[in-house]
């Protein structure tokens, strides 16, 4: 007697490896889990935030003695693009606390990435496209206010603010400036924490966070924008508030990569 053929199923498509369609509002809770990673064991975080604002101070005063002090305002805004970079010792603490692991200091900053020959490559890339936008904003400077020799600060900045040519500057260098970073921060968003955690080539990790990010739009624009907003905070407060600001938000960014792995609350 012959048996009756097998019931044929459609193929089962498998589960996406990665979050999508995430509401923006769940920006917010990163944004929480950050202040609570922050709050636990506070001082570790603390002491990396006010070492690198002194990074940050040490970095102005290299452009001031190179004379091209001009191009803080865009070294700012660079730094949106290799803050996720920054920020490795932050991730380890949240995945410390995470897996219920001791956390200190030389923990975080002597913290070894699961890629790390692929992170330090990242972390080239990142450095190259920072002296891009640099170069770009400098000779932006030049097409509107010509090859003269740089005034001053003071003056630059008064020049800038006060003249038709000075604003027509800001609005296209910002416009130039959200190109460069929004690119950028698609990129570095999550590849960073995805190589801290797993085996990556950096290609792969930022290919894979840009598609990440396009996937979730929404809450990667508000969470972009609550970035934004930190660092102005921090710029209003002549950099002290970065060593708050920073890693509330480094903190944030690992629950950031968590939930779109599709690993966290």
């Given at each position: ?8 199923r459609?193929p ?25 990673d ?25 452009l ?10 865009p ?8 803050g ?11 995945r ?52 003269t020799p ?49 085996r ?66």
């Amino acid at each position: 007697m012959l048996e009756p053929l097998p019931t044929l199923r459609k193929p089962e498509k498998p589960a996406p490896a990665f979050a999508r369609g995430l509401p923006a509002r769940a920006a917010f809770g990163w944004l929480a889990a950050g202040w609570k990673d922050l709050r636990t064991n506070p001082g570790p975080s603390l002491v990396y935030g006010v070492f690198l604002v002194l990074v940050s101070y040490g970095a102005l005063w290299a452009l001031a003695e190179a004379g091209l002090l001009y191009l803080a305002l865009p070294a700012i805004a660079g730094f949106l693009i290799v803050g996720p970079f920054l920020a490795l010792g932050l991730y380890e603490k949240s995945r410390a606390l995470e897996q219920g692991e001791p956390v200190s200091l030389h923990r975080m900053l002597l913290v070894r990435p699961a890629s790390l020959g692929q992170f330090a490559y990242a972390g080239l890339l990142l450095g190259l496209l920072v002296l891009f936008w640099l170069r770009a904003a400098d000779l932006l400077y030049a097409l509107f206010f010509g090859h003269t020799p740089f005034p001053g600060a003071e003056d630059a900045f008064v020049n800038v603010l006060t003249t038709a040519r000075g604003w027509a500057l800001i609005l296209v260098g910002c416009a130039v400036g959200a190109l460069f970073a929004g690119f950028a921060f698609a990129l570095s968003l999550f590849s960073i924490p995805m190589m801290l955690a797993e085996r990556r080539d950096a290609l792969t990790a930022m290919g894979i966070s840009f598609a990440m990010t396009m996937q979730n739009l929404p809450v990667a624009l508000v969470w972009g924008g609550i970035v934004a907003g930190g660092i102005a905070l921090s710029v209003a407060t002549g950099l002290v508030g970065l060593a708050i600001v920073f890693p509330v938000l480094g903190h944030g960014t690992w629950h950031a990569y968590k939930a779109l792995r599709g690993d966290a609350e």
